[in-house]
């Protein structure tokens, strides 16, 4: 075993300078990639140059170098500690940091320091003001209220500089692109006394909105805006002198302040909001209550002239005209008028020439015109609106019946012009006036958009002519006579009549009646819905005896209304596009359903002359309908008929 070397034991250094240089000192590339790169600091005025001179504080103490031990391994497998005297000792060298002094970091410290500058100097107003306000510019917020009541005062007029604003309902006028600084606010309205007033105009959060008061020259006067229909406060109505001068805006509750000139005791003006008639009123200590009536015009036929004209008025019926002037050779029975669901349009069907039959006439509500769209020896039966397309039966007079294209289904496009002859009645070739075969086309409803009718074949008379290949037919079609289906078909052998009832707004019940000598044949039964046609298991015992309700779909088509009799007096119903979600609104009313204006108004008919307005909310509560006007009463009403109004 190796004799253990005394680890203790420290070599000897002579005090000569020979010996002291034995230990040598390298910077190995090992050293300076052992020095931590975060110890450098990134300053490129920072001198990082390795130092080879030590101060007296970091001197190495070269004693301490015979301290360091090694480690070796004995035979034995154990773990020695030794000193070897030839080992080379590396020790790395740390490059020393030399701070310098601030004045030599100026470009770092004088531009922080003028940032901080200007910052104190734009912290005080007269410099912000001088150094920004010629460049700067923002929105200047002004707040104007009535020195007496402390309400904002609307629409008065604002001028900072050459920026003017008025003020808007809550008395603020806002003025885009005014320069930071103070500034001379002059404030204007009629029956105020003006005002200058020094406002200050800074940047933001700065820029607080400047408050200035005005006094009236008069009496403030509170007026009260609503609606006429519904009672509810009306909104963002402009009270005007009628020309450029704007007294007051309403708010949210429908109030605004007006002044009365103090030399009398009224103030005339016009009131105006988006969606309501322009409505002329005088202002007093006791008149400042006022009500406005919604947009919009009706259009029916009036026999106050002794003739039967056609009639407009607003919805409260005033502003009255007379559209079509009667001429007098109108016929009571047969005259009408049928309107689209939307008011533009209306078809008229009058007499209104002595030696002319009866022609259809089209008005036009947005110029209040009209015009013959189809006249002749024929008579016209209405069968309703689809959109703007009216669809109508015409039949030739003194024709002979059984002869084919007697009878024709039209419709006339009231946008386009152009009429469309859907369907003719056909007859058989060997038709004559003793041997007939021939058919018919009946039972006009209009759901979902489409015209739905039948086509029966008749041989009144003992006839020779075959019937095998003739068939009685259920037809859809859309307004232009296109997507034409038979819906469901029967042999002419079969049946003796078919009848129809519109017995829900979308929906059509039928009866087919057998064509047997057998007693206990029995009718049979089927519904249209959505288009399709189906054969029904149930028998509509009550089929002929029961009277259904006409619906009168919405403008929109989503919602229904109609009325139905209860001892005498009538329910009032809304519900959805097939009279599903049935709401009664009314009972024991002595109103009927006559049709809707917009898909919020409902229009109502009182002893089948007199035309009222209302809505469904107002009808629930128990509210008085708004009567419009009386209007000649109709000899035959269209049951059954929902698409258009003016038909009840």
């Known amino acids: 075993m190796p004799a253990k070397k005394d680890t203790?034991?420290?070599?000897?250094?002579?005090?000569?300078?020979?010996?002291?240089?034995?230990?040598?000192?390298?910077?190995?590339?090992?050293?300076?990639?052992?020095?931590?790169?975060?110890?450098?600091?990134?300053?490129k005025d920072t001198d990082l140059t390795p130092q080879l001179e030590v101060s007296s504080k970091d001197e190495i103490d070269l004693m301490a170098l015979s301290e360091i031990e090694s480690t070796e391994v004995g035979a034995d497998g154990k773990v020695e500690e030794s000193v070897d005297p030839d080992k080379e000792l590396v020790i790395p060298t740390v490059p020393r940091v030399v701070k310098k002094p601030w004045w030599q970091h100026r470009k770092v410290y004088i531009p922080a320091a003028s940032i901080v500058l200007v910052i104190v100097l734009l912290a005080i107003p007269q410099v912000r003001f001088f150094a920004l306000g010629w460049a700067w510019h923002t929105t200047?917020?002004?707040?104007?209220?009535?020195?007496?009541?402390?309400?904002?005062?609307t629409d008065a007029t604002v001028v900072i500089d050459s920026v003017t604003a008025t003020t808007n309902e809550s008395g603020i006028a806002s003025l885009s692109g005014v320069s930071l600084g103070v500034h001379t606010a002059v404030i204007q309205k009629e029956n105020y006394k003006p005002v200058s007033q020094k406002v200050?105009?800074?940047v933001l959060p700065l820029?607080?909105?400047?408050?200035?008061?005005?006094?009236?020259?008069?009496?403030l006067v509170e007026v009260d805006i609503k609606n006429r229909l519904t009672d509810q406060a009306i909104t963002d109505v402009i009270i005007t002198n009628g020309d450029s001068v704007t007294y007051a805006r309403s708010d949210k509750a429908g109030k605004a302040s007006v002044v009365v000139p103090a030399a009398t005791k009224e103030l005339k003006a016009v009131l105006s909001a988006p969606g309501y008639r322009v409505q002329e009123v005088t202002v007093t200590d006791a008149i400042k209550s006022f009500a406005l009536i919604p947009d919009g015009s009706l259009y029916f036929l009036s026999k106050q002239s002794g003739k039967i004209d056609v009639v407009k008025t607003a919805l409260d019926g005033s502003d009255r005209r007379v559209v079509v002037a009667?001429?007098?050779?109108?016929?009571?029975e047969t005259t009408s008028l049928l309107t689209s669901r939307d008011w533009k349009f209306a078809m008229l069907k009058a007499k209104r020439a002595p030696n002319k039959p009866e022609a259809l006439y089209l008005v036009r509500s947005d110029n209040d015109s009209y015009k013959v769209i189809d006249e002749g020896e024929t008579d016209f039966t209405p069968i309703g609106w689809i959109g703007h397309s009216f669809v109508y039966q015409a039949q030739r007079k003194n024709a002979d019946y059984w002869r084919a294209k007697t009878t024709a289904i039209k419709s006339y496009n009231a946008d386009t012009g152009v009429i469309t002859t859907i369907d003719e009645n056909g007859s058989d070739p060997g038709s004559t006036a003793q041997s007939a075969l021939y058919n018919i086309l009946s039972n006009y409803a209009i759901t979902d958009g489409l015209l739905t009718y039948t086509t029966t074949w008749y041989a009144p008379l003992a006839t020779t002519l075959t019937t095998a290949d003739k068939q009685t037919t259920i037809i859809t079609t859309k307004a232009d006579g296109t997507d034409k289906k038979v819906v469901r078909s029967f042999s002419i052998d079969q049946v003796a009549q078919l009848s129809s009832r519109l017995y829900l707004p979308q929906e059509v019940r039928y009866q087919v009646v057998p064509k047997t000598s057998e007693s206990n044949q029995k009718p049979k039964y089927g519904e249209l819905k959505a288009g399709v046609y189906k054969d029904s298991d149930v028998s509509f015992d009550s089929f002929g005896s029961d009277v259904y309700p006409t619906y009168l779909m919405s403008p929109n088509g989503n919602a229904s209304f109609w009325s139905e009799e209860r001892d005498g007096k009538n329910a009032l119903f809304v519900g959805g596009k097939n009279a599903d979600s049935k709401e009664e609104?009314?009972?024991?009313?002595?109103?009927?359903?006559?049709?809707?204006?917009?898909?919020?108004?409902?229009?109502?008919?009182?002893?089948?002359?007199?035309?009222?307005?209302?809505?469904k909310d107002q009808l629930k509560a128990g509210g008085t309908p708004l009567k419009v006007s009386d209007y000649h009463k109709l000899k035959n009403s269209f049951l059954g008929y929902g698409y258009g109004y003016g038909g009840q």
């Open 207 to 219: 820029n607080h909105s400047q408050s200035i008061v005005l006094e009236a020259t008069g009496r």
């Open 140 to 153: 200047a917020h002004v707040a104007v209220t009535d020195t007496a009541s402390g309400m904002p005062v």
């Open 8 to 43: 203790n034991k420290k070599p000897e250094l002579s005090d000569d300078k020979d010996r002291s240089s034995d230990v040598e000192i390298k910077k190995t590339s090992e050293s300076k990639k052992a020095i931590d790169s975060s110890t450098i600091p990134d300053d």
């Open 200 to 202: 200050t105009v800074d």
């Open 326 to 332: 009667g001429t007098g050779d109108e016929n009571s």
């Open 585 to 615: 609104i009314a009972s024991k009313s002595e109103y009927v359903a006559y049709g809707w204006l917009t898909d919020d108004w409902l229009l109502l008919q009182k002893g089948g002359s007199e035309l009222y307005i209302t809505t």
